[in-house]
């Protein structure tokens, strides 16, 4: 417990520290497990000073600089602050990349479905076939070991978990449940980055250009509009086009000859097909309307 003079000191060091760092970050720390605060803490080392202290004390000293100031309102409950030189963007990196898998305890709320596979286990028969039991999970002894014979949904998505079968999934292994630190907010210059900001890292940006740019592209193309993108398919376009006016038209160009060659040789051949051959029987038609073969000579 600090003494007032001690709190002071606190507040004089801790200010003449923030002015010489470039960001200021303020991190939450009450719902997150102490191990995984401790693993932030290590990795940021010696590139950033991790600060942690009652409210009031952070407040006061914050509170003394306009632009830290506007930090002081995302400060409630137990936080940290970092202090660092390091680019927002990559100091989030750095604290989002951070999760651990935790077992799942009574009376939590499941985020996804809990599944348990049918197969043996490598639990030892006794109590824990009753307890398994209890959890709801159809269990059997097969050569003394303990198999689960049929694969269910222990625990559906938004179902709290009972006692039975937080104690069941302890057994298995299984841990439903994660843990992440997060940022809260972050201080860079006089720039000021909230969750939502940080949350547009490298791979957000390039996923939402390639969309966009494919949709430009599209309505660009759709409306006629040349750009450097689509020149080439309005080129390519305009080609084929004046090509097929060409053999349309029967215009004799380099490129279009041989096209018309061939499209000559199909309409003969057509023709052709209503040509009678020379030595077919030829009828001669009389005034009356009949017929009969016609003379040769």
Do not use: W
């Not at 600060?51 to 407040?59: E, I, P, Y």
């Not at 057509?270 to 009389?286: F, G, L, S, T, Y």
């Amino acid at each position: 417990m600090q003494n007032q003079k001690e709190k002071v000191e606190f507040v004089k060091k801790l200010r003449k520290e923030l002015k010489a760092y470039k960001t200021c970050a303020v991190l939450e720390t009450g719902k997150t497990p102490d191990r995984l605060v401790q693993k932030v803490r290590n990795q940021l080392k010696p590139e950033a000073k991790f600060v942690v202290a009652r409210k009031t004390l952070l407040v006061r000293a914050l509170s003394d600089d306009p632009e830290l100031k506007r930090l002081v309102e995302h400060i409630d409950g137990n936080m940290a602050l970092i202090l660092t030189n390091k680019d927002p963007n990559e100091l989030n990196g750095i604290i989002s990349g951070n999760r651990i898998k935790l077992a799942a305890k009574p009376n939590q709320i499941s985020p996804e479905d809990i599944n348990i596979s049918a197969g043996e286990t490598t639990i030892a028969p006794g109590q824990a076939v009753t307890d398994l039991k209890a959890a709801g999970i159809d269990v059997k002894i097969d050569k003394g070991k303990v198999v689960i014979a049929k694969s269910k949904v222990l625990v559906a998505k938004g179902a709290k978990v009972t006692v039975p079968i937080s104690k069941a999934l302890k057994m298995l292994d299984i841990m439903p449940f994660e843990a992440s630190t997060k940022l809260r907010v972050v201080l860079n210059g006089n720039l000021l980055f909230t969750e939502q900001a940080l949350s547009v890292d490298r791979a957000f940006v390039e996923r939402h250009i390639v969309t966009d740019f494919l949709h430009a592209h599209m309505l660009s193309t759709a409306i006629g509009l040349v750009t450097p993108y689509n020149a080439a398919d309005f080129i390519k376009k305009a080609y084929v086009s004046a090509i097929g006016l060409g053999v349309e038209r029967g215009i004799y160009e380099p490129e279009i000859v041989e096209k018309l060659l061939a499209k000559a040789v199909i309409e003969a051949v057509q023709a052709n097909r209503h040509v009678k051959p020379a030595d077919e029987k030829r009828e001669e038609v009389h005034s009356d309307g009949s017929t009969e073969p016609k003379k040769e000579g």
